[in-house]
């Protein structure tokens, strides 16, 4: 990874859910809120502009997206099978195998699988212990 691609996902990654905890409000005020901070970190009108682009985005898988937007996309989409979310969206009834190939690339859906088997597993374990 460059370091200018590197630097813009960093930024990206901290700030694309600025904005609000409901993804309305990120799409709608997380772009402006991210322009003012950029701005005073000294950042170019073409980063700002790049960054806010995603912010608006973020949760829709896009069909031609940048390579920054699909780290982002990964990052969010994984952290679902994290052992802090995972309970979240699992009561919800999210449809695993959906999340799972909606991503763009095979060794991501290879590191899903791995992970939601992992949470399976710790699932039938605190079943079988309670």
Known sequence: MS?????FVVALIVLHD?????????YKRGPEI?????????????FIKGICEIIRT???R???A??????LYYADQLAKFSVAEFPYYEARKVDWDKVINL???EH??????KLLEDRSLLKSVDLSIK
Do not use: C, D, P, V
């Open 3 to 7: 370091k200018e691609l590197e630097e």
């Open 34 to 46: 991210a322009t003012i901070l950029l701005r005073q970190l000294g950042y170019s009108k073409k």
């Open 18 to 26: 600025i904005g609000g905890s409901i993804i309305e409000e990120q």
């Open 62 to 64: 896009l069909e031609n």
């Open 66 to 71: 940048s390579e920054a937007f699909k780290i």
């Open 103 to 105: 991503m763009y690339h």
């Open 108 to 113: 991501s859906k290879t590191l899903a699988k």
């Open 58 to 60: 973020h949760h829709k």
